[in-house]
Nanobody, 120 residues
Framework: QVQLVESGGGLVQTGGSLRLSCAAS????????MGWYRQAPGKQRELVAT???????NYADSVKGRFTISRDNAKNMVYLEMNSLKPEDTAVYYC??????????????WGQGTQVTVSS
């Protein structure tokens, strides 16, 4: 019933920008932390950025200062503003969220991913 859907990926040149969006849908839940992860061809999925329900953020060193994660709690959405993009940022970007239905009942959900390709 609960799902995450990413959008906003595409092809951009080095130094360009993209804004990714992730929408959570369903009923009977609230969301704790949300985050963005990415997976390049032949590599393991890695953390990009996370944000708590209160707005506290955390970034991977490789994107710090270039990417900005934000969320709209009323809309159950999380965003990733990506600036000064580099070819090494090329990957499939996935949204992740921790949902809760009770005081101590939580579960995690992944989106299907959106492709980001940065050309040199």
């Amino acid at each position: 019933q609960v799902q995450l859907v990413e959008s906003g990926g595409g092809l951009v040149q080095t130094g360009g920008s993209l804004r990714l969006s992730c929408a959570a849908s369903g009923s009977g839940f609230s969301i704790n932390a949300m985050g963005w992860y990415r997976q390049a061809p032949g590599k393991q999925r890695e953390l990009v950025a996370t944000i708590t329900s209160a707005g506290r953020t955390n970034y991977a060193d490789s994107v710090k200062g270039r990417f900005t994660i934000s969320r709209d709690n009323a809309k159950n959405m999380v965003y990733l503003e990506m600036n000064s993009l580099k070819p090494e940022d090329t990957a499939v970007y996935y949204c992740n969220a921790e949902f809760r239905r009770a005081i101590v009942s939580t579960f995690h959900v992944w989106g299907q991913g959106t492709q980001v390709t940065v050309s040199s």
